[in-house]
């Protein structure tokens, strides 16, 4: 009997400690959009470009995931070539029909050039599309808007930044 108490504990003890074991691991994402504008004689014209990825070439296993974190979003503007006063008059940013940001006015050159980071913060944003990447592993980078460029054509790169991590 005496040998019976101290197993018995010692079975409590076990199966207390069975409890799942969660993984995480943090993976960074970069894309870019190559974007071109042509010259637009003073009236804005509109731009769309769009790009596709699936977070099954990027995280093994994802199918296991069950929970999904965005460390940081970003995105800024870089490779300008061309005219250097073309302005994005409007524009909006949505990933997977989300909207995650709004611009106005912005010259796409002096951004590029001051090296502007631009970080996407809103919490009801993010946590909208940690619910969209948890239950869909495709991701839809979408830029459209209005641009005026009346010294030439404008070329650049809308370049993005993700950090997520998963538990698995």
Known sequence: MKKLFPLLLTLLLISSCEDSIEVTTTT???????????ET??????FNEVIEGDLNQLV???NS??????DS???TFANVTGN???VITSATIEINATTVAVISN????????NGSVFEITDTAVLDQLETIFLNNSSVTIQLSGMAISDEGDVNFDLEFSMQLTAAF
């Open 28 to 38: 960074n994402i970069n894309e870019s959009a190559s974007v071109t504008i042509l």
């Open 41 to 46: 004689n003073g009236t804005a014209i509109n």
């Open 60 to 62: 093994s296993n994802f």
């Open 65 to 70: 995931i069950n929970d999904i974190t965005i």
């Open 73 to 75: 979003l970003s995105y």
């Open 84 to 86: 250097e006063n073309a």
């Open 106 to 113: 912005i010259n796409i050159a002096q951004e590029a050039l």
